[in-house]
């Protein structure tokens, strides 16, 4: 089943439609018949161009939340440089989207939105007031979804689609779990600073907290302390502690760690801000050892015993109906109903009869939403109403578990690992290409295009 990225939204708020030709007297800067100075020119990317006014409203937006949130603003040029560098990119790729041919259509746009209202656990109507009430104006805001949604089609075509993995490949993945140092993994010794924006947030959010984490990577690679940083900036429950995570196995910490780490020495910090789904995280290796213990013999699967309650929209009943039967269902069960007995009685699912029991379930075995919001539970605790395609959802979890799975589950879990650190390389890869192909012309003083 393909993903849909609910407003992963690392994309610009601003789309390229409207943009007046770049040999115009008004994209020029020039005075207008009525005496009123026009828009000034940013940058030139091929044949359009990013205004001023769209740059400064972009920067505007980021910096009333980065105050909203009491997180430091980085200086006015370096916001500047960094914003109009990601719209440059943007743009670069908009105006391939359209040559492809690419087109998103409003109908597509609406479900998403929907969808983000649902996964905030909200209707449309009030996702909107608080999207309007934060400084987001709506319009900005849909143009921004069209524009995510756009990407990732592009994405799709030109680097996903593309990608392969081999027979080979897989079977030297899982040989190299169980090769002769696969007792010798190296454990490693973190120090972090994380600032929050989840994959739900809004974009204004997200660029807000690359904004704040760029700054304080800035600060530590230029010598900095940075346990004190942490102390004073990071939103990780190890904040306290100055961001020190202690030893942790590779298979206890994000891969992007530990990908960073086969390059780091001990004492270094991450040259690059790494996005997690927690948000945007600084790194700095403070140590490596020997492993504690050994490394499997095969990928692990962490399997989750799950049961549910399924209420199907459209069927007499309505969406607001489903959720409040859920949340009354969830209130009785909390003050000591028997979660088994309302599935038997009320979900309309084929586990009904065992009590909405889903039994051990590996990853990927669920749609993604539901995968989502079991992956935040602990033992026990049972979910606010979920949707997805099949209707709502409360989900308890009753345990999870370590388990090595079939030949073709750990096959698929190689195919999964090797796929994604592929497509990652060279879809950056071939968006340095994209952007060394353009034509680009910054036309404002004290901004240089990004150094590769």
């Not at 990225?5 to 020029?28: D, H, N």
């Not at 960073?260 to 945007?280: E, K, M, Y």
């Not at 049961?307 to 009943?317: K, M, N, P, S, W």
């Not at 370590?402 to 592929?422: C, N, T, W, Y």
């Amino acid at each position: 089943m393909k993903k849909l990225r609910l407003a992963t939204f690392t994309v610009t708020l601003f789309a390229a439609a409207g943009l007046m030709p770049a040999v115009s007297a008004q994209a020029q800067g020039l005075s207008s018949g009525s005496g009123q100075v026009a828009d000034t020119i940013a940058a030139v990317v091929n044949d359009g161009v990013i205004t001023q006014r769209e740059l400064d409203e972009r920067a505007e937006l980021i910096t009333r939340r980065l105050n909203q949130q009491n997180a430091p603003v980085p200086p006015v040029d370096q916001l500047r440089a960094q914003v109009l560098n990601q719209m440059v990119l943007e743009r670069i790729q908009l105006q391939k989207a359209k040559e492809d041919g690419i087109v998103v259509d409003d109908a597509t746009v609406q479900r998403t939105l929907e969808r983000l209202a649902q996964a905030n656990g909200l209707d449309l109507a009030t996702y909107r007031a608080r999207i309007e009430a934060a400084g987001v104006p709506w319009s900005t805001f849909t143009k921004d979804a069209r524009t995510e949604l756009t990407l990732s089609k592009l994405r799709e075509k030109e680097v996903d689609s593309k990608i392969s993995v081999s027979d080979a490949e897989v079977a030297n993945y899982i040989a190299s779990q169980r090769g002769p140092n696969a007792g010798q993994q190296n454990d490693l010794h973190f120090e972090r600073i994380l600032i929050k924006a989840p994959l739900n947030a809004s974009q204004t959010d997200i660029e807000a907290a690359q904004a704040q984490a760029n700054a304080l990577l800035k600060q530590a690679l230029a010598g900095d302390k940075f346990s004190s940083l942490a102390k004073s900036n990071s939103q990780a429950p190890d904040a306290k502690k100055g961001g020190d995570m202690g030893f942790l196995s590779p298979s206890k910490l994000p891969a992007e760690f530990v990908t960073a780490a086969s390059t780091l020495r001990p004492g270094q910090v991450n040259p690059s801000v790494i996005r997690t789904n927690d948000g945007f995280e600084i790194i700095r290796l403070v140590e490596r050892r020997a492993g504690q213990g050994n490394v499997g013999d095969a990928p692990k699967l962490v399997q989750t015993h799950v049961r549910h309650i399924l209420l199907r929209v459209g069927e007499g009943t309505s969406e607001p109906e489903a959720r409040q039967k859920l949340l009354e269902i969830k209130r009785e069960v909390l003050a000591g109903g028997d979660f088994a007995k309302f599935a038997r009685t009320y979900s309309q699912d084929g586990s009904a009869s065992q009590g909405g029991d889903l039994n051990w379930i590996s990853p990927g075995e669920t749609v993604p939403e539901f995968e989502r919001a079991m992956n935040t539970l602990q033992d026990g605790q049972i979910s606010d109403p979920v949707r997805t395609e099949y209707g709502y959802h409360l989900i308890q979890v009753l345990g999870r578990r370590d388990a090595e799975g079939s030949v073709a589950q750990q096959m698929d879990l190689a195919r999964q690992a090797i796929g994604q650190r592929k497509a990652e390389q060279a879809y950056a890869d071939w968006l340095r290409e994209l952007r060394d192909s353009a034509y680009v012309n910054y036309k404002l003083s004290g901004i240089a295009p990004p150094q590769n």
